[in-house]
């Protein structure tokens, strides 16, 4: 099915914690996932007598056995809460970014003379982030912001960006990549 | 009239259909035929038992099962059941010896299918003959018509299926198509299917009704041959010699007219028909087939072929002689059932003999072959004779009780009728008789050398042939029972 | 103000009718998904509106994230066909 | 606190609003799913914000519930829109189409 | 129930099946189905069938579209209607 | 014609019923593909869906959950205020048999697929009849 | 056939037009369907089996004997669509594929040859292609988030919206985003297909054993009420329990039907790389 | 316990199906033993209720313990009680019957096939005893897709076939389902019983008109009826043995069920037959269909496809009957649902038999079966003289009643379809006797083939096979008994 060379390119780009070994079983991202859990059921259920608590506590077991290995892949935990946290504050900036770059688009959308306005182009650049968390966050953000789409990640870090006019592929990666990287700094 | 319940017929119905597993799982072919014979002699001695009781005026009822409000399977022994059935039954032992030295002297095969189609082919013809409405004798009627089918197209060629699918189309399509609706219709007219003597119609119904009635149920009982519904005798001619002989003469053909008898006489009822002036229509019928039956049989060279035109005839006698509506004429067709059979049989006989001894079918081929079965062309002879009805032969007696109840009913026309086909019948017999024995040793095609046939073969012949003159000089039986069943 | 929110959902109405134009005029299967994905996101809205004109939001709003969840999942099945599939002979 | 609703509420339908012109107005595929993609998104959230905030109008802790359950929601959809956006332009990219240049007819 | 909705969904409902069956295109017609279903639900709500709306849109609108994309992957795409 | 108008917006959504109903008959009548007639087929059964829940609408009625909660189970409860929840039962029903049929369905032409490697019935049955 | 096609169509929308003449109004509030049944399940509802959620006491309780048969159905067609489609194993492919993790080298065996059970490589199959690292890795955080959503809305089925099928299906709608977003085999570990073929008629068993219980504590088929000597509660409180645990029910079977008719469907009964 | 036997006619069943399912991935050989099991008790359970009706009068049995307009009751009369006991004791026989050719056929799968197997029958029995309207169409659906699942399990172009079923079947269904809407919408009731109640003042009514006709519509679809019945052929021949002859005697016949339960109890005959006056119609449609199901038999050089064209025009039969508008009539259909069942399943357990041991049912394959498989011929013969109508056997009884419900109303069209269809099928069943029965010609060939050796199909098939002929036979002789006891009670007294 697949062009040879292509093949090759993307058998390469392929990121290494591939959810495996399913069947190991790690008790405190069990446990983790099983708080977390139960703070949404908390939310979602706003029943508090024990007939609910109980069931959302037999549910949010069920949940940490089956998925605990898909919100941790790895059992190493360490670290993770800071990272959480301080994704956390990355989200206002990301926001109000979002939003400037809607305005833009909203003037782009509605622009009567729309089509000379903008030039599309698909531009490639190496990130340095080499948490696979991060390099989502940086193609999502990417994505939400400033007139460009991500196409391709790979997990070393090469983006393939569409943009959708010459000023928007020129602030990539820019300022964004360093906020991302100060999130994910290693403790 | 009394009436006696006694399980009696039921057995004599079932016995030859419960001998058939035994057929099946013999695998010497001499058990299977002991068994053939055990039946058949057991089939007889229980109508024989029954005969007595029957001569003293009672009728036998046995009551199987209610299927329908007012219509149950029902048999009842009654003087012209018992005369139908005693006739077929005691054929049954002859013509078993003679299949046996038929069907082995031509090495046929499948003759265990053979003998258990036979068995129970014999058991329809007996419940036919034994049943007290007309639902009963339809179901007997249609077992008849499909067990004979396989006996029909025995010989599997392309000829014999043809003719097999001849005849199922005629007998089946006539009974489904015409049989089962009239008798519907009767159901529903009247709620009631029994026979009896003063018909089951109330006499309100309309006349044309009435005829189309008729008409349905007497053309639609194909087996009795009457014209159009003929063609598939000739056809069935192509079965076994044995089949011919007591189906295509005795059992079938008789069953056929058997039930257009009592139709005639149990359905509609002599009186009905005679106020309504309807047996004229049947009569005309049953002339013109008696006539050009006769007539195509003069120009058929095939042996079995002229035999089967003949019995075209000779049936249309027995419904004819109903139809007069004269207590003679029907006393001469019912006798005619069994008259007509001992002589038929014996014609059959005596052509299945000459096939096994020398392989001819037809008459042209058979100059002079008297020299060499004599004993076979004698019983031929006789043969002849009781079906053109001359004496010393009993199907005189019925000739002559059918020749008195045309004149009692006033019908000359049917008397010329009666008379002309009678010398057809001498025309087309005569001259076989005589070129068998008189011709000239040139013309002859057989060596001046006796060679008969088996002695399975022959010793039937003999007694059937034997049994038409008895039946000259003691008639009283059948007489006796026609009477009863006129009164 | 329930006034209000029912002529933002006629208006959404609307906004989805301009979608459902991108949906049904393609040209590429891809068009059809943005089209598609379009819609989507204004029913999200739409359903909370309803629920809020029902006076009883509490109800709708399971039924707004269970919908967000399966749109998505639809969408992300449909573009997956063309990550295994790629392209082929015939119209995209 | 009506009008600050009827206001999110009103700018997120103006983006809604923006991003269906931009679907049927921008020439091609790529270029479309930016409106798709990030016009929709936000007006979304704003709306929904909006209404999350009318709802706590009658205030007791179901209806905060219920108001942080609209959030849930808006945090769902900034999740899986990119997402979505992405597997879309991925999979054009497979499929091989090829992007619209300054210059070219609408596609 | 709201009238003047439920007049411009469905009328939206019916270009929509329209086109999903008139489309030359299966992968068209599954994802356009999808839209249909979708549609449905929010019919549904909007006429206060909460636990229906619920179950089409995870049933009729997200699975079987699924299912729809599934099957069309594993057979083919062209159509001649 | 006076009467008729109003006859037109009081059954608006039997009329919409009946038209997507005819399009999903059509569909499955006319079309050629197998996949386009499980479409169809679709389209039909959501339209009776769509007939059903268009019965149990009540004007000026809520959506059929009690607004009392668990506890409040003796209150009275006034009819009029919550739609018929009936017709929503049994399209629950519905709706679940058209999605296991469409599952069938679906699976029955993948099978097809793999033996005559199309969709198309004429196709198909060109194929069946060459053999 | 076209032709034919519109032909019949239109006579038969005719005829459907002319019958809905006599309808009553749409929504009106008298109409005998409002007034005649419906009053009585909504006034008794609560009474009866204490559940808020008119829609969910009548599936699982009044019409409870519908819900069981409409599992079933679902049942059947998971069913059907593995007899249809699974194509049974026994038959090793002609050639089999294997990729080194770190490297992704792809390595292709004949038949008969196997690599050393090792971390290193997984195995592939021909149609294989990577996964998208955005795709997989927020599929990955939602799908618990996603699982979760779907017990509740079973646990809540009383109360709100939803109940076993809806809550099923978003249950097995999670595994299949997984499936989707990473592949089938990922998928297949987290749920085997023996615990889902199994799985399946457990969950309807589940429906039709409480019944059946009821019906061996002496009362009629799906009669919870009996139920209350069992959980010692009050019979209109085992009324809402028993439609709970057929709520459970059916959950289970409807989870793992989709996800038996997406496994089958999407690889085509061969139980590899799906879609 | 006798007071569960309607919930237990349908939960045994069902369970079982779930116990096959999870045993055929612990242990196959339980899936037989299961089975059996399971059908015997519901053939007990469906016997000892057509007795209590018989004793008592009509069961009402409380799905949930809800009284009727409210809950889902189950209703057993006459009508039912009769209609019980043919489908529980076909499937066991069948199931019974086709162990073997599972076996062969599919020996990876027999537990699925099992489990659909029983499913359907759950199904049907289901649609059989059910009293709510509603209740039907999911029953219906059951039976319908375990159908599609079971047919589409044969041989090549069965898939293309069943998914044929499968657009009509779900159209049938869908049909019935709005026709249940048309009913609840003006009277606002789902149980039978409370809809005749309520119907009477309405009858006037359009939506009650095409209520009426849309359901009729609807279940003409699912039993293949003339002018829809385009699918059925295809569908059940090129299915496997064991499916088709489950399928092939309950399906149609169980539609009739519903069709009459539809005329009898839902929109009483006044309605039908007075008001509607469709009579007509329909009769000369089942006329059409009788004569068109001949011709097309005719034309076929299969056995297995010729046998379903038979069943359409036997569909034929019982629809006219039913609506020919009166009380003979009506038993006629009645009875021919019982009979057709029976002689159905008698030849498609022939065709079963054929089938495993010569692996083909073309005419060509048939030659020489006679000498080779005599029992099953045996039957054979039987099952097609029933067909054809002749006396002993039961399906002259049932033509009987309908000639004479005909007759009775002037219908003459109607009895000459029948004589007609009649006459066909002894060309027919003739035509194949005549193949199976003699060895091939011999007057191309010239030398004589030997005679094959007797080669018959395993005991466990001949068996359940003889004792349908047999009761083929019984059912003839006590027809009497069955109407009188029975049928009679199952029609309303309104029906002359």
Known sequence: MLNKNEEKNLHNNQPETAPKNQSSFYFFPFLITFIVMFGIWMLLSGKFDPFHLSLGFISCAIVAFLSSDLLFPSPILKGKLTVFLRWLCYLPWLTIELYKANIHLVYLSLHPRMMDLIDPRIIKFKSTLDSELGLVTFANSITLTPGTITVNVSSDGDFKVHAIDKACADSLPGEMEIKIAKVFRKV | METITSIKPLLAVLVSLLVTPMLVSSRNPNVREGWTFVAAIIKLAIVASMVPAILQGTEIVYTVAEVFPGVAIKFKVDAFGMLFALVSSSLWIVTTIYSIGYMRGLNEHSQTRYFCFFAIALSATVGVAFSANLFTLYLFYEMLSFATYPLVAHHQDREARSSGRKYLLYIVGASIGLVLPAMMICYNLTGTLEFSKQGIFTGTEPNATMLVLLLMLVLGFAKAGIMPFHSWLPAAMVAPTPVSALLHAVAVVKVGAFSVLRVLTGVFGIDLLARLNLGTVICYIAAFTVITASLIALSQDGLKRRLAFSTIGQLSYIVLGVALLSPKGMIGGMTHIAMHAFGKITLFFCAGAIFVATGKKNISEMVGIGRRMPITMVAFFIGSLSVIGLPPTGGFFSKWYLVQGTIQADQWPMLVVLLSSSLLNAAYFFPIVYKAFFCTPEEAMFENRIEEAPIWCVVPLVVTAAGSIALFFYPTLFLKLAELATR | MDNIFLYSSLYLAFLMVLSLYRAIAGPTVLDRMIGVNAIGSKTTVMLILIGLLYHRVDMFVDICLAYAMLNFIAVLAASRYFHKRKGLSDEI | MDIFVCILLFSGLFFLTAGSIGILRFPDFYSRLHPAGKLDTLGTLLAMLGLALFNLHHFSLGALLTSLKIMLIIIFVFVASPTATHAIVDAGVRAGLAPWTKGEKRR | MFWQIDLAILTLVVVTAVASIMVKDLLGAAILFGAYSFLMCLLWSIMGAVDVAFTEASVGAGVSSVFFVAAVFRTSRRTKD | MSELIPTIIAKYNYWIYITLMMIGLYAMIAKNNLVKKIVGMNIFQTAIILYYVSIGVKKGATIPISTGGHGAAHEAVHAADYLNPLPHVLMLTAIVVGVATLGVALALCLRIYSRYNTLEEDEILAQIRKK | MKIIGLIITIITGAFLVYAAIDFPAWSDPNSPASTYLSPYFIENSMKDTSVPNYVTSLLADYRGFDTMFETTVIFTAGLVCFILLRISG?????????????????????????????????????????????????????????????????????????????????????????????????????????????????????????????????????????????????????????????????????????????????????????? | MSQQYPAILVIVPLLSAFAISIAGWVNKRLCFPIIVTALSVVVYASIGLLLTVLEKGVVIYHLGGWPPPVGIAYYVDHLNGLVLVVVASVALLNVIAAKKSIEQEFPDKAAPFYTLYILMVTGLLGIVVTGDAFNLYVLLEIAALTGYGLLAMGEERAQLSSLNYLYMGTIGACFYLLGVGYLYIVTGSLNMMDIARLLPPLYQSKAVLAAFIICMVGVWLKMAFFPLHSWLPNAYTHATSAASSLIAPLVTKVMVYVMIRLILTIFTPEFAFATMALNNVVVWLAVIAIVMGAILALAERNLKKMLTFIIVAEVGYMVGGAWLGNRAGMTGAILHIVNDALMTLCVFLVVGNIVYKVKGYAFEDLQGLFRKMPFTMGAFVVGAMSIIGVPPTCGFFSKWYLILGALQAGHYGFVAALIFSSLVSVVLFFRIFEICYYEPFSDHHGHDHPPEPMDEAPLLMVVPLLIVAVILILVGLYTGDIVNHIIKFAIPEGLV
């Open chain 7, 90 to 275: 026994g038959k090793e492919p002609e050639t089999s594929h294997y990729r080194h993790v770190l490297t992704g080298v792809t390595v292709t065996l004949k038949k008969g040859h196997k690599i050393p059970e090792s971390e290193d490589f997984e195995r592939i199959d021909d149609l294989w292609t990577p996964p998208d690292l955005i795709i997989k890795t927020s599929c990955r955080l939602m799908i618990p988030f996603i699982q979760l959503f779907g017990l509740y809305v079973i646990a809540h089925g009383h109360s709100s919206p939803g109940g076993g099928f809806q809550g099923g299906v978003i249950l097995g709608a999670s595994i299949i985003l997984l499936a989707i977003s990473h592949d089938l085999r990922t998928a297949l570990e987290k749920m085997r297909e023996k615990v889902v073929a199994i799985l399946c008629p457990i969950g309807v068993s589940i429906y039709a054993g409480t019944g059946t219980l009821c019906l061996l504590l002496g009362v009629n088929f799906l009669d919870y009420s009996a139920l209350a000597s069992v959980l010692h509660v009050d019979p209109i409180a085992a009324r809402s329990h028993g439609i709970f645990m057929v709520e459970i029910g059916v959950g289970i079977a409807v989870m793992t039907t989709m996800i038996w008719i997406y496994n089958n469907i999407s690889s085509a009964g061969k139980y590899n790389q799906g879609l």
